[in-house]
């Protein structure tokens, strides 16, 4: 149990275009979910707090109308990074949980911006 | 602001070795703490989560403890194999389980065969 999906695994985008990464739980309601960036050779740096039906909780240095969190659902959110820049090329995993038990993370998804 | 630093940053050891991968955060305030390991270009794996209110948690040759008035982690690899090489991190939840975690820069592992 507590599966966390994460689509595409992977994506190359050009430089001020648009693209969109879904977390999915699979097997159990997530009623938050959390938004990680991981450079090379970095840890992971958390990018924003989603609850669902809300708006997200970006944390500091994060631009919010440049990373679009959409959690509509108690199985799904989206990420949209818009107007991609190389600088955004990263590693993005996503992270769901049920009301206050542990975090369990997707796959993640790497991006790159040509 | 909470802050976790891992130590040492890389680690290379011939198999067979028991060895001990430190952890430690700023705020003792946590909620809980948690080890992962990630392979290289993959995501992360959860290997032991340990709440506030204990002291250690083990899962086979692996075994965390957890001294929060100290802001101190370990996890303790016993007997270790080429397959437990990849990067170890810690991470750790706060706000009463509601927040993110934070994560330290992990330690890169290499068991030699």
């Known amino acids: 149990g507590a599966v966390v999906s994460q689509h595409p695994s992977w994506v190359i985008c050009k430089s001020g275009t648009s693209v969109k990464i879904e977390c999915r739980s699979l097997?159990?309601?997530?009623?938050?979910m959390f938004w990680y960036r991981q450079f090379p050779k970095q840890s992971l740096m958390l990018m924003a707090t989603?609850?669902?039906?809300?708006?997200?909780?970006?944390e500091q240095g994060v631009e919010k109308d440049k990373f679009l969190i959409n959690h509509a659902s108690l199985t799904l959110s989206t990420l949209t990074v818009t107007s991609a820049h190389p600088e955004d090329s990263s590693f993005y995993i996503c992270?769901?949980?049920?009301?206050?038990?542990?975090?369990?993370f997707g796959p993640g998804t790497r991006l790159t911006v040509t | 602001k909470q802050e976790v630093t891992q130590i040492p940053a890389a680690l290379s050891v011939p198999e067979g070795e028991n060895l001990v991968l430190n952890c430690s955060f700023t705020?003792?305030?946590?909620?809980?703490l948690q080890w992962f390991r990630q392979d290289p270009g993959k995501g992360l794996t959860s290997l032991l989560l340990?709440?506030?209110?204990?002291r250690e948690q083990t899962s086979g040759r692996l075994n965390a403890s957890l001294d929060k008035s100290s802001g101190r982690s370990t996890l303790y690899i016993a007997a270790s194999q080429p397959g437990d090489s990849a990067t170890y991190l810690c991470?750790?939840?706060?706000?009463?389980?509601?927040?993110?975690?934070?994560f330290g820069k992990g330690t890169h592992l290499i068991i030699q065969p």
């Open positions: 991470a750790v939840g706060s706000g009463g389980g509601a927040d993110g975690l934070t």
């Open positions: 340990i709440q506030s209110s204990q």
């Open positions: 992270s769901a949980r049920e009301y206050r038990y542990e975090q369990y």
């Open positions: 989603s609850n669902e039906g809300s708006k997200a909780t970006y």
């Open positions: 097997d159990f309601q997530a009623t938050t």
């Open positions: 705020d003792s305030a946590i909620y809980n």
